[in-house]
T-cell receptor, first 114, second 115 residues
Framework: DQQVKQNSPSLSVQEGRISILNCDYT??????FLWYKKYPAEGPTFLIS?????DKNEDGRFTVFLNKSAKHLSLHIVPSQPGDSAVYFCAASASGAAGNKLTFGGGTRVLVKP | DTAVSQTPKYLVTQMGNDKSIKCEQN?????MYWYKQDSKKFLKIMFSYNNKELIINETVPNRFSPKSPDKAHLNLHINSLELGDSAVYFC??????????????FGPGTRLTVL
């Protein structure tokens, strides 16, 4: 029972264009959402996060949008650069849960073509 | 000066053996975690320790036993290895770990292959 889903396993985009990654969740207790980026043979690195009290958070070229009613969030990368080629994981946590437990989606592989 | 390090990076072993994976963080964080990335690429939490105290213990076979000698180290010991234990295991740490917004920093992973 996957509570966080990334339905697009891969995405290919031209350099300079926008990359849009999507994530859906089913657990209504989730109230904090994160995106992690992962290069091959490395661990995931934190990219950006958003609390459920917001619907948008921006950090440079990266913007995360949250639609609570649809239980959907997306990550926009503008403009996309070749160095953005990686696997992106969506993750969620709940304030009411014990500890700092992250539930991850299955990842979306992004390829940015020069 | 790696923040979260794991050893070994690769581990190939026979079914039935016992093995350990070590994790160390030099960030001064209070909480450490173990995640398993299975063949479908999902990262799933296994355990977390806060200042050497077990906080999260997901439904993991009791063949897996975490050990935290101090707050900078969290080792994972696996007894009687099975084929299904083959995966990439990631260690992570966070500053406090008791708040759900605390950023987790991951190690490079250990690829375990059970033959």
């Amino acid at each position: 029972d996957q509570q966080v889903k990334q339905n697009s396993p891969s995405l290919s985009v031209q350099e300079g264009r926008i990359s849009i990654l999507n994530c859906d969740y089913t657990n209504s207790m989730f109230d904090y959402f994160l995106w992690y980026k992962k290069y091959p043979a490395e661990g995931p690195t934190f990219l950006i996060s958003i609390s459920s009290i917001k619907d948008k958070n921006e950090d440079g070229r990266f913007t995360v949008f949250l639609n609570k009613s649809a239980k959907h969030l997306s990550l926009h990368i503008v403009p996309s650069q070749p160095g953005d080629s990686a696997v992106y994981f969506c993750a969620a946590s709940a304030s009411g849960a014990a500890g700092n437990k992250l539930t991850f989606g299955g990842g979306t592989r992004v390829l940015v073509k020069p | 000066d790696t923040a979260v390090s794991q050893t070994p990076k690769y581990l190939v072993t026979q079914m039935g053996n016992d093995k350990s994976i070590k994790c160390e963080q030099n960030l001064g964080h209070d909480t450490m975690y173990w995640y398993k990335q299975d063949s479908k690429k999902f990262l799933k939490i296994m355990f977390s320790y806060n200042n050497k105290e077990l906080i999260i213990n997901e439904t993991v076979p009791n063949r897996f036993s975490p050990k935290s000698p101090d707050k900078a180290h969290l080792n994972l010991h696996i007894n009687s290895l099975e084929l299904g234990d083959s995966a990439v295991y990631f260690c992570a740490s966070s500053l406090l770990g008791v708040t759900y917004t605390d950023t987790q920093y991951f190690g490079p992973g250990t690829r375990l292959t059970v033959l």
